[in-house]
């Protein structure tokens, strides 16, 4: 099992080393002159000669990476033209629009979106796993052909025209909830959970819709196992192994997906976030590629990249807690 484990943090450390290659040779290597991007349209020649000296974007391309992924492992200084600034490790560069070093940016936005992705992230998993047992429970019956119609429909339909229609029932027709609005925990609990439950509820019922398909379907290959027919054989109950066996057998393949849209979902929950005017990762995120702040959208690729290794790491971790057999593959 150990030897497991550092194969797959291992492995999660090249991965994330590759993406830093990736993300600077698009974004700093690609795009040609970084200096006159970061500087403005409008900046003279002189000007712009200023900035390639404080940014150091003279020294070779190698030279330049090595500085940016020396930032990020120990920090790095940067010249502000009349003095040094120090930005500690992690240092994902300072923003060209605002002069904020982007991890504080981030780290700013972080619980913003973590608020509302893990808050969704339980609800789809739940209601999708439910959704997919009860199917594969009431199968050959109406239950099972509504259950379909509606994750069909889940499937379909984008997470704005739920969250419109939510708004406009809850919120301007009914008036049993207050306009979406993000408070931090740390200040309301209550109201912090009142602002973020549409949201939730939007990309649980959207999310949802593939988990449930994707756990029936895994269900019902189990049940067409030679083990399953010799269960029934020796008078095992039907609720068993659904329960015990078929649902088993079903985790591999969610355990998969939920590791992919855990860490996806914190770069790619822009919708949600300008619908509900929620000022997360994903707002910013936007914002940054809209100006080209290119320290921006770097740092919050890398970042959301990260949770997407972290989470599949995660999930390799789980495989071998419920399975021993992947442990020796």
């Given at each position: 099992m150990t030897g497991f484990l550092l194969r797959r943090l291992g492995g999660a450390v090249f991965v994330l080393l590759a993406l830093t290659v990736i993300l600077y040779a698009v974004f700093y290597v690609a795009p040609g002159d970084v200096a006159q991007i970061a500087c403005g349209p409008r900046c003279s020649p002189t000007q712009v000669a200023q900035v390639t000296e404080q940014l150091r974007l003279d020294d070779p391309v190698y030279v330049q990476y090595w500085h940016f992924l020396q930032g990020i492992v120990a920090g790095r200084d940067f010249s502000t033209g009349t003095g040094i600034e120090h930005c500690s490790a992690p240092c994902l560069g300072i923003s060209y629009q605002s002069d904020q070093q982007v991890t504080q940016l981030i780290l700013a936005k972080l619980p913003v979106t973590g608020s509302l992705v893990i808050g969704a992230f339980v609800g789809y998993v739940l209601l999708g796993v439910g959704t997919g047992v009860l199917s594969v429970w009431r199968r050959g019956r109406i239950t099972e052909r509504v259950l379909t119609w509606l994750t069909l429909a889940g499937t379909a339909t984008p997470v704005?025209?739920?969250?419109?229609?939510?708004?406009?029932?809850?919120?301007?027709?009914?008036?049993?909830?207050?306009?979406?609005?993000?408070?931090?925990?740390?200040?309301?609990?209550?109201?912090?959970?009142?602002?973020?439950?549409?949201?939730?509820?939007?990309?649980?019922?959207?999310?949802?819709?593939?988990?449930?398909?994707?756990?029936?379907?895994?269900?019902?290959?189990?049940?067409?196992?030679?083990?399953?027919?010799?269960?029934?054989?020796?008078?095992?109950?039907?609720?068993?192994?659904?329960?015990?066996?078929?649902?088993?057998?079903?985790?591999?393949?969610?355990?998969?997906?939920?590791?992919?849209?855990?860490?996806?979902?914190?770069?790619?929950?822009?919708?949600?976030?300008?619908?509900?005017?929620?000022?997360?990762?994903?707002?910013?995120?936007?914002?940054?590629?809209?100006?080209?702040?290119?320290?921006?959208?770097?740092g919050m690729v890398l970042v959301t990249g990260f949770f997407v290794v972290l989470a599949n790491t995660v999930a390799d971790m789980l495989y071998a807690v419920a399975d021993r057999r992947v442990v020796l593959s």
């Open positions: 704005f025209v739920i969250g419109l229609l939510l708004i406009i029932i809850f919120c301007s027709t009914l008036q049993w909830l207050p306009s979406p609005t993000y408070v931090p925990f740390t200040e309301d609990p209550e109201q912090w959970a009142w602002g973020l439950l549409l949201p939730w509820v939007s990309l649980a019922l959207i999310e949802s819709a593939k988990y449930a398909r994707l756990t029936r379907s895994s269900m019902m290959e189990t049940l067409a196992e030679d083990h399953v027919r010799t269960f029934r054989a020796y008078g095992v109950s039907e609720h068993a192994i659904i329960g015990r066996h078929a649902l088993r057998g079903a985790l591999a393949p969610v355990i998969a997906l939920s590791a992919l849209d855990f860490g996806s979902m914190f770069g790619g929950a822009v919708l949600t976030e300008s619908l509900f005017g929620i000022p997360g990762i994903g707002r910013e995120l936007v914002h940054a590629v809209k100006v080209v702040d290119l320290p921006v959208v770097v």
